[in-house]
């Protein structure tokens, strides 16, 4: 059997790269929504909290 060409492991390389960023920026964007909307959760809490006192 042949070794593989080096344009094919270089565009493997490439291939598994790329997949490793898009699944990295995957994981990123959901942590952020998360602490987004456990930020948001405080903040309505907090807004909840100071409207309630005034009336």
């Known amino acids: 059997m042949s070794e593989p060409k ?4 270089a565009l493997n390389g490439v291939l598994f790269g790329v997949v490793a960023a898009f699944g990295i920026g995957v994981y990123h964007a959901n942590q952020r ?8 959760g405080r903040t309505d809490r907090g807004l909840q909290s100071s409207l309630g006192s005034v009336g």
């Open 33 to 40: 929504q998360y602490t987004d909307e456990l930020e948001a």
């Open 6 to 9: 080096p344009y094919v492991l």
